[in-house]
């Protein structure tokens, strides 16, 4: 029998524990470490402390792209039977401006932005078609126009002011990052995230932390919570040795294969065995080491004093220099209270994290819309979740290199340790799911290969 450690207990480590065990044509004895006390890592669906009412602490939708292509993490959620929810938002708030139409954006900005705003939306509609948007990354989009240019410098070539402070505000909250710092594929890919023909969001009902709970109680592994994972290292035998801490000692267990399933920021925490290994995994943190920020402000309200303007599942705003505005009390039932979730972004969420939340909840407040400050009265409680550094600016690297080279640090000597990452995709959940299929489908075959194991075997 094979043994396979998992590390991380995210939905990247319980994405593969699941795949491992229906794709596995032999006997597995799989293991899954985690540092913290529970499973899901980003997955956090929480209640609020006054009532017991549902929302969104991280992961704050899923994105559709089945009506385009493959989705596999659609597939999976049909698979596991989990009912979900369809999210919409068509308006940005300019202040006290709500913008959803075109003859909202002639009253408010002008004719002459619209028009600007029309001509660049032609532009990229031109550049990717839905279908080609549906499709992981690959090495072929190293061939984009604007793969090797600042998502800046493509903003900039919009002549109307108000119409880049448009683009950037729309998808500002989607890149985590400031528009210097990535690249003009990532950021048009930010944009088509709005755009119906392209993508579609939706969430869980009962919270998106179900499918953790739900892959958490479907997969075999035995699970090693409170057990950070603190060194790997080649074994004598072409195995691996990973080392662990249980309280306050160190414990070791050997495998035939790793699967790191960490966030890039983790790399650094785990020592790399020989030197090899440490020089290969240092070069893979430092390709991928981009980091960006998000900071959830979540509030609880009397009632949902906005509906009237804003019946959607959540808005943009251009407070804080653009973030999402979220209505988790039309997709959770909230039993008449109002619940708003502002997701912070960029250089915003890094600077406010050094904030007491009192003061974040405070300024969350102050920069609702000025229709809704009125609404202030009804506030009864907030939370925020800070995520600074958790996810990634240029996701996928630049330039994207092929999948192999993505989840195979060190192939020659460590053919049978991967890493699993959203990061070397698109820093979605789809793109992670994308990550687990290949690396799981790669290991098997490997270790087949390898060990001359059959079906029947």
């Given at each position: 029998m094979k043994k396979l450690a998992i590390i991380g207990g995210g939905p990247g480590g319980l994405m593969a524990a699941y795949l491992l065990?229906?794709?596995?044509?032999?006997?597995?004895?799989?293991?899954?470490?985690?540092?913290?006390?529970?499973?899901?890592?980003?997955?956090?669906?929480?209640?609020?402390?006054?009532?017991?009412?549902?929302?969104?602490?991280?992961?704050?939708?899923?994105?559709?792209?089945?009506?385009?292509?493959?989705?596999?993490?659609?597939?999976?959620?049909?698979?596991?039977?989990?009912?979900?929810?369809?999210?919409?938002?068509?308006?940005?708030?300019?202040?006290?401006?709500?913008?959803?139409?075109?003859?909202?954006?002639?009253?408010?900005?002008?004719?002459?932005?619209?028009?600007?705003?029309?001509?660049?939306?032609?532009?990229?509609?031109?550049?990717?078609?839905?279908?080609?948007?549906?499709?992981?990354?690959?090495?072929?989009?190293n061939d984009f126009i604007w793969a090797k240019?600042?998502?800046?410098?493509?903003?900039?070539?919009?002549?109307?002011?108000?119409?880049?402070?448009?683009?950037?505000?729309?998808?500002?909250?989607?890149?985590?990052?400031?528009?210097?710092?990535?690249?003009?594929?990532?950021?048009?890919?930010?944009?088509?995230?709005?755009?119906?023909?392209?993508?579609?969001?939706?969430?869980?009902?009962?919270?998106?932390?179900?499918?953790?709970?739900?892959?958490?109680?479907?997969?075999?592994?035995?699970?090693?919570?409170?057990?950070?994972?603190?060194?790997?290292?080649?074994?004598?035998?072409?195995?691996?040795?990973?080392?662990?801490?249980?309280?306050?000692?160190?414990?070791?267990?050997?495998?035939?294969?790793?699967?790191?399933?960490?966030?890039?920021?983790?790399?650094p925490s785990i020592e790399w065995g020989e030197a090899q290994l440490n020089m290969a995994i240092q070069k893979h943190y430092e390709y991928y080491d981009r980091p960006a920020h998000y900071l959830r402000i979540s509030m609880l309200f009397e009632s949902r004093f906005w509906q009237d303007t804003i019946a959607d599942s959540y808005f943009t705003s251009d407070a804080f220099g653009g973030c999402c505005i979220y209505d988790d009390s039309s997709r959770y039932n909230a039993g008449g209270y109002g619940v708003l979730s502002y997701l912070l972004a960029g250089n915003d969420a890094l600077v406010l994290n050094n904030f007491q939340d009192s003061k974040l909840i405070e300024k969350a407040l102050a920069n609702l819309p000025k229709s809704f400050l009125s609404g202030q009265k009804q506030f009864l409680e907030g939370q925020v979740h800070r995520w600074v550094g958790t996810i990634n600016a240029l996701p996928g690297g630049r330039p994207i290199k092929s999948l192999e080279e993505r989840h195979l640090p060190e192939p020659k000597n460590h053919p049978f340790l991967f890493v699993v990452g959203d990061y070397l995709f698109d820093s979605t959940m789809t793109g992670l799911m994308h990550s687990s299929n290949f690396v799981t489908t790669e290991i098997l075959k490997q270790l087949g290969m390898r060990s001359g194991l059959t079906k029947e075997e």
């Open positions: 065990d229906r794709k596995s044509s032999y006997s597995l004895e799989i293991t899954l470490f985690e540092a913290s006390d529970r499973l899901g890592g980003k997955i956090i669906s929480q209640q609020l402390k006054k009532v017991p009412l549902l929302f969104e602490a991280g992961v704050a939708e899923l994105y559709d792209y089945s009506q385009n292509g493959f989705d596999p993490l659609r597939e999976l959620i049909e698979t596991l039977g989990l009912p979900v929810i369809p999210m919409s938002g068509k308006t940005i708030a300019f202040g006290d401006h709500f913008i959803t139409t075109e003859t909202d954006i002639n009253r408010y900005l002008g004719e002459t932005t619209r028009g600007a705003i029309d001509r660049f939306y032609d532009r990229i509609y031109s550049l990717i078609s839905p279908t080609e948007f549906a499709k992981p990354k690959e090495p072929r989009n240019r600042s998502f800046q410098s493509v903003l900039d070539e919009i002549p109307d002011a108000k119409a880049r402070h448009y683009f950037k505000v729309l998808s500002r909250s989607d890149l985590a990052t400031e528009p210097h710092l990535t690249n003009g594929l990532y950021g048009l890919e930010n944009i088509f995230i709005s755009e119906p023909n392209y993508v579609r969001l939706y969430s869980i009902e009962g919270g998106i932390q179900r499918l953790a709970q739900v892959l958490a109680k479907e997969i075999s592994a035995g699970v090693e919570l409170n057990s950070p994972v603190v060194r790997i290292e080649k074994g004598d035998r072409d195995t691996y040795r990973v080392f662990y801490r249980r309280d306050r000692a160190i414990e070791l267990q050997e495998f035939d294969g790793v699967i790191v399933a960490l966030p890039i920021y983790w790399f």
